[in-house]
């Protein structure tokens, strides 16, 4: 086979695979040739995501063998340009791209579980879109996995509508956009591991779509889904991946964002986060990056007393009294980080209530596609 659309292959595949597995033989991808010989299938599952792919091939004979699948990612990811031949020979199978030759032992095939089948297709949604929703998104989910439901990704679909939603209780960010449903009504939502969801869009085939299948069993409010069997799976060309969905309901969002604003900055975004990263420079995680805004300025500062200091002012569009409010420099860095427009609109109510980042509509009273609450934090 072609060595670079195995290796995209083997490295979709090898994404559900767990660094250190409960059973060992969950470290394994299982390859199967197709009985005409002309496809090699490969599939990965830790009981809680599945991967599969396939890509073309020339086989002089059908069979499937279980090998170690991070241990091939690497192989085939460094061997040189070209064709890949894949012989196997007992318990053992051998790699080769040019000078290169592996041997791989393989792993007991009959041990390994049945992969879930894909629950049905609700819709579809450009592949690029989508992928740039997740990562605006995703780093707002909490890495605290005591709480379960705020590591998830809260994917909301309404008619023509997909929003997709995370949050840590300190910060939201919220990403709607336009998707393609089989049912125009439809009304439904799912909450999906967020860290899954980030691996998932990071392999997707750009200018394609991506089908959205989704169990649609309604168990009480919020999310519509069945405990025991509530899947989400993401379909693109050759690639296909499921996953478990959190059995929770996610948290009642709108009602966090103000609906009257005291003041407004819009920011050319890109020098202001150069700014921020730089006076961030003397600041520990979690202490306070200042902002003082008035009218055509911003004051940036961190590090007081005998600590280290830093100070830079930017130029901004404000409107509204002058306003002093303190931030974690890695929530601003995000948030601005996400915002796809080169210009962004900040909106604040008070000093310690939460601000609202957006992006700048194309058209004058258009609604902000993507949305990024943050709490300030108290500053001296």
Not at 151 to 164: I, M, Q
Not at 223 to 233: A, D, K, T, Y
Not at 303 to 317: K, L, M, P, R, T
């Amino acid at each position: 086979m072609d060595r670079d659309a195995f290796a995209e292959a083997v490295s979709w595949t090898a994404r559900a695979l767990p660094t250190r597995p409960a059973v060992p033989v969950l470290a394994g991808m299982r390859m199967e040739v197709s009985a005409d010989g002309d496809t090699l299938n490969m599939s990965g599952f830790d009981y809680e995501v599945s991967t599969r792919a396939s890509v073309e091939v020339l086989s002089e004979e059908s069979g499937a063998v279980l090998v170690p699948g991070r241990l091939l990612a690497e192989i085939v990811n460094n061997l040189p340009s070209g064709s890949v031949y894949i012989d196997t020979d007992g318990p053992k199978v051998k790699v080769s791209g040019g000078a290169a030759r592996f041997t791989l032992i393989t792993m007991p095939l009959e041990d390994y579980p049945s992969l879930p089948g894909m629950p049905g297709t609700i819709g579809s949604v450009a592949a690029g879109g989508f992928g740039t929703a997740v990562r605006q998104v995703a780093p707002a989910a909490s890495k605290d996995d005591t709480l379960p439901m705020l590591t998830g990704a809260y994917l909301g679909f309404s008619g023509e509508t997909l929003k997709v939603v995370a949050t840590d209780r300190y910060r939201i960010a919220v990403r709607e956009l336009w998707w393609r449903p089989e049912d125009p009504g439809v009304d439904l939502s799912a909450l999906v591991p967020a860290r899954t969801l980030a691996n998932t869009v990071r392999g997707l085939i750009s200018r394609s779509n991506v089908d959205i299948a989704l169990s649609t069993d309604v168990v009480g409010q919020g999310v519509n889904l069945s405990p025991g069997e509530g899947m989400i799976g993401f379909a693109n060309g050759e690639r296909r991946t499921t996953t478990r969905l959190i059995d929770s309901d996610f948290v009642k969002y709108a009602s966090w964002f103000p609906t009257e604003f005291n003041g407004r900055a819009e920011v050319a975004v890109t020098p202001l986060l150069e700014a921020i990263k730089r006076v961030a420079l003397v600041a520990d995680r979690n202490t306070p990056l200042r902002l003082a805004f008035t009218e055509g300025e911003v004051v940036l500062e961190a590090g007081s007393g005998e600590d280290a200091q830093a100070v830079e002012a930017i130029e901004v569009g404000y409107e509204g009294d002058p306003l002093r409010v303190a931030f974690k420099p890695d929530y601003l860095v995000d948030g601005l980080t996400a915002v796809e427009t080169t210009t962004a609109h900040l909106n604040f109510t008070e000093p310690t209530k939460p601000a609202v980042f957006t992006d700048v509509p194309a058209k004058k009273g258009e609604e902000p596609s993507f949305r990024y609450l943050v709490q300030p934090l108290r500053s001296a």
